[in-house]
C-alpha cells in the first residue's frame, strides 16, 4: 500500500518539493534586504534591550517604515495558499477513483476499501505534515528579524508559523477527502471544500482568534498616544511583541486590550487543535461512509 | 459437492427500490455462466454482492460454501473480478499494475502474470493509456488470474472491444477454464457470444426473477404478429405441429429474448436446472 500511495501521489510530491523550493528562493531574495538591515543596524542589541532608548526607537521606525508593509501586510498574497494545496491532494484521492471507474478495480482486490483508504490517509496526512513543517520553516525564517520586532501574533505571522499552517493544511485535505466521496467529481470536489475552509478560516481568524483567552487589559493614562496596528513597535503596552487589539477609552484612561507576547504557543495549540478536531472528523466521515456505501 | 456460487433468496434494495430480488441458483464448480437481463435487471447488483463490493439486503450469495459479505478480505479474496470497461490506471504501466496487484493480493502470481503478457506481446514498460481496448482488457484479465481465485466474475468483458478483441479476450478465459477449472460467470448483452462458450445461463428479467436454465432444455412462450407470427413453445416429442404452422428447432438467442420478453411466461422453477423433462423447445412460423 505504501508504494500504491506514492506511485499515484509521487507527481504530486514532487511537484510540492518544487513548490517549497521556489518559496525559500522567492522569500529569500525579497528578505534579503531586511535580513541584511536588520544586522546592519545593530536591531537584536535594541530588541535585547526591550527597544526603550531614544536611538533604538528611531532606528525602528525607519526600519518599520522600510519593511512593515512588505512584510506584515503583503503576506496576504500566500494565505490561500495551504487550504489550495490540501484541497488539491485531498480531492482526486476518492474523486478520480470514481471518475475514471477505477474504484471498481481498486476496491475488490483483498484488501478492503477501508484499510485501503485509511492507509493512503495515514501516509498523505504524512506527508502533507512535513510539507506543512518545511513550508512553516520557510516563512518563519523569512519573518525572523521582523518577528523579534513586531511579535508573532498580528496574523501575518501567526497564521504561516508554529503549527497552525500544517494545520490549515490538514484541515483542506480532509474536507477536500471527504467531498471527492460525495460528490465524486474532482474540481467540484476542490470548490466544494475549499469554500467552507476559507469561511472557517476568516471566521476565526477575526471573530474566534481574539477570544480564545480573555484578552488582558492594560490601564493608561488619556495623554498616551492612540496607536496599534502590526507595525506601530514598540506597542502600546510598550513590550514588544504584544499584540494589542483594541482600545477603549474612558473618561479619564484609555484601556488597551491585548494579547501578551508568551501567548503564542498556547494560541497556536487552541487554533491548531479546532483545525485538526475539523480534520479528524472529516476523514472519520469519508472512512465510515465509504464502508457504509457496502450496504 | 459445494457449489462454486449459490445465491439464497437474493435481494437488494437501494431506498425503496428493489434492484434485485428472490435470486435464486447455483453455479457448479467448473463452469462457466452467462447472465443476462436487460439493463436495470440487477446484474452488476447481483455481481459486486458476489464479489463483496456490495453487501445484500436480504438473503445471502455464497462462494465455495462461504458467504460473501462486503468489504472483508477473505471475501474479496476468494473472486477475482474485472469490471465493465476494464478500468485500470491510465497512468500506470503495465509493471506498476502488477505491482499494484502484488501490494494488494497476498495470493498473487507474478510470473503467471508476465507470462501472459509476453505471449501477448504487451511490453511491460508501456503505459496503460498508450494501450489498445483490447490490450487493455488483456492487462486487466491477466490481473484477475493473476489474483488465483478461484472463482472469476467479468462484467461486459467485452461489450467495448472490436470482434477480433472479442475473441482473443474469450480464448484467453476458456483456455484459462481449461488450464485451472476455474468457475466463470460472465455478464454480457452478446448473447451469441454467451452461446459458445457458456454451459449454463441464468436470465435476470427484473426486480424479483432470478432463473438458471440449461442452454438447451427450456421451453417458453413468445408470439410476434402481423404477417409473420412465431411462437416459441414448449411442446412433448412426437407431438404433431399445429396445421398451418412450421416448426423448427429454437435457438439460443431465441430462447433468450424469448424469456426476457416475457418473463411471466417462462413457467421456469428457479434455482432448477431441467425445468420439465420431456419438453422440447420449437419455435412456429407461420
New interface residues.
Given amino acids: 500500500?505504501t508504494?500504491?500511495t506514492w506511485?499515484?501521489h509521487r507527481s504530486e510530491a514532487i511537484g510540492a518539493l518544487a513548490f517549497v523550493g521556489a518559496l525559500a528562493l522567492l522569500l529569500l531574495k525579497v528578505s534579503g534586504p531586511m535580513h541584511a538591515q536588520f544586522s546592519q543596524d545593530g536591531l537584536a542589541g535594541c530588541v535585547a534591550a526591550g527597544a526603550r532608548s531614544g536611538g533604538c526607537l528611531s532606528e525602528i521606525q525607519s526600519f518599520m517604515n522600510k519593511f512593515g508593509f512588505t512584510f506584515n501586510q503583503l503576506l496576504i498574497a500566500l494565505i490561500l495558499i495551504p487550504g489550495l494545496i490540501g484541497i488539491i491532494v485531498g480531492a482526486p484521492v476518492l474523486a478520480s477513483e470514481f471518475e475514471?471507474?477505477?474504484w471498481?478495480?481498486?476496491?475488490?482486490?483483498?484488501?478492503?476499501?477501508?484499510?485501503?483508504l485509511v492507509t493512503k490517509l495515514v501516509l498523505l496526512t504524512g506527508g502533507l505534515v512535513a510539507l506543512g513543517a518545511a513550508m512553516t520553516v520557510v516563512f518563519t525564517w523569512y519573518r525572523g528579524p521582523m518577528d523579534q520586532l513586531a511579535g508573532s501574533l498580528t496574523w501575518a505571522a501567526f497564521d504561516f508559523e508554529g503549527v497552525v499552517l500544517t494545520a490549515y493544511l490538514l484541515c483542506a485535505f480532509a474536507f477536500a477527502v471527504l467531498a471527492g466521496l460525495v460528490i465524486r467529481r474532482s474540481v467540484t470536489a476542490m470548490v466544494a471544500a475549499f469554500i467552507p475552509w476559507l469561511v472557517i478560516r476568516g471566521v476565526v481568524d477575526l471573530e474566534l482568534r481574539p477570544h480564545f483567552r480573555q484578552p488582558l487589559t492594560l490601564r493608561l493614562p488619556r495623554s498616551a498616544n492612540i496607536r496599534f496596528g502590526p507595525n506601530m513597535v514598540p506597542p502600546m503596552t510598550g513590550h514588544l511583541g504584544d499584540n494589542v487589539l483594541g482600545v477603549t477609552t474612558t473618561a479619564s484612561h484609555h484601556l488597551v486590550s491585548y494579547q501578551p507576547a508568551d501567548w503564542f504557543w498556547r494560541l497556536q495549540f487552541i487554533e491548531a487543535g479546532l483545525y485538526l478536531a475539523l480534520a479528524v472528523a472529516a476523514l472519520g466521515a469519508a472512512v465510515w461512509l465509504l464502508?457504509r456505501r457496502?450496504? | 459437492m459445494t457449489p462454486a456460487l449459490r445465491a439464497d433468496r437474493l435481494g437488494k434494495r437501494y431506498g425503496h427500490a428493489w434492484a434485485l430480488r428472490e435470486a435464486t441458483f447455483e453455479v457448479p464448480s467448473g463452469a462457466v455462466v452467462g447472465l443476462v437481463g436487460p439493463n436495470g435487471a440487477g446484474k452488476s447488483t447481483l455481481l459486486q454482492m458476489t464479489?463483496?463490493?456490495?453487501?445484500p439486503t436480504e438473503g445471502q450469495v455464497t462462494v465455495f460454501g462461504a458467504t460473501s459479505r462486503?468489504?472483508?478480505?477473505d471475501t474479496?479474496?476468494r473472486?477475482s473480478?474485472v469490471?465493465?470497461?476494464?478500468?485500470?490506471?491510465?497512468e500506470?504501466n503495465v509493471s506498476?499494475m502488477f505491482?499494484?496487484?502484488r501490494?494488494?493480493?497476498?495470493?498473487w502470481d507474478q510470473a503467471l502474470a508476465e507470462r501472459r503478457m509476453a505471449t501477448l506481446g504487451i511490453p511491460l514498460r508501456r503505459k496503460i493509456k498508450r494501450l489498445s481496448g483490447g490490450q487493455q482488457a488483456q492487462v486487466?484479465l491477466a490481473?484477475a488470474l493473476a489474483?488465483r481465485a478461484p472463482l472469476l466474475v467479468l462484467d461486459e468483458p467485452v461489450a467495448s472491444l472490436d470482434p477480433v478483441a472479442r475473441l482473443e479476450f474469450m480464448r484467453e478465459v476458456m483456455a484459462a477454464v481449461a488450464d485451472t477449472g476455474l468457475t466463470v460467470v460472465i455478464a454480457s448483452h452478446v448473447v451469441s457470444e454467451l452461446e459458445r462458450i457458456c454451459d449454463h445461463v441464468i436470465v435476470l428479467t427484473g426486480p424479483r426473477q432470478g432463473a438458471r436454465a440449461e442452454v438447451s432444455g427450456v421451453v417458453v412462450q413468445r408470439t410476434d404478429s402481423d404477417r409473420h407470427s412465431v411462437a416459441v413453445v414448449r411442446t412433448h416429442p412426437g407431438r404433431p405441429d399445429p396445421a398451418g404452422w412450421q416448426a423448427k428447432p429454437v435457438g439460443f438467442e431465441e430462447l433468450v429474448l424469448a424469456y426476457l420478453q416475457h418473463p411471466a411466461s417462462a413457467d421456469l422453477v428457479p434455482g432448477q436446472a431441467d425445468p420439465r423433462p420431456g419438453s422440447v423447445a420449437k419455435a412456429v412460423s407461420r
Avoid at chain 1, 104 to 116: C, D, E, F, I
Fill in positions: 500500500m508504494w500504491v506511485r499515484q475514471h471507474g477505477t471498481r478495480m481498486a476496491w475488490s482486490q483483498t484488501v478492503p476499501r477501508t484499510r485501503w464502508h457496502a450496504t | 464479489i463483496g463490493l456490495l453487501e462486503a468489504n472483508r478480505a474479496l479474496g473472486v473480478y469490471a465493465q470497461d476494464h478500468p485500470l490506471y491510465r500506470f506498476d505491482r499494484f496487484g501490494r494488494m493480493n497476498p495470493t486487466a490481473m489474483k
